[in-house]
Nanobody
Framework: QVQLVESGGGLVQAGDSLRLSCAAS????????MGWFRQAPGKEREFVFG????????NVADAVKGRFTISRDNNKNMGYLLMTSLKPEDTAAYYC???????????????????WGQGTQVTVSS
């Protein structure tokens, strides 16, 4: 059973940067595509960024395009989300998720992913 643990969240000011990490255990990270999602209070979980198993392709939400960067290190079983120029509307719990690499798509729907972490809170003050 794959387990994911996110870290790196916190309280920052608008314009600051944060790097979230996702540590995977119980499986081989290279067997999965990875996605990052976020969920603000009272809102549905939304797709933020995704990356294929080998980093060859990504998919990014318009809301974070040009500000966030996704990466992964399969040798370390780690995934990362670098967030820059943070805005108050980026405030949410952030989750990493894994999807078995049955194809090369990077879905934006949460139910397409097989494993989830517990989330890390990011709060951006104005």
């Amino acid at each position: 059973q794959v387990q994911l643990v996110e870290s790196g969240g916190g309280l920052v000011q608008a314009g600051d940067s944060l790097r979230l990490s996702c540590a995977a255990s119980g499986g081989t990270l290279s067997s999965y595509h990875m996605g990052w999602f976020r969920q603000a209070p009272g809102k549905e979980r939304e797709f933020v960024f995704g990356i294929t198993w080998n980093g060859g392709r990504t998919n990014v939400a318009d809301a974070v395009k040009g500000r966030f960067t996704i990466s992964r290190d399969n040798n370390k079983n780690m995934g990362y989300l670098l967030m820059t120029s943070l805005k108050p509307e980026d405030t949410a719990a952030y989750y990493c998720a894994l999807r078995r690499k049955l194809d090369t798509t990077i879905p934006i729907t949460p139910n397409a992913y097989d494993y989830w972490g517990q989330g890390t809170q990011v709060t951006v003050s104005s």
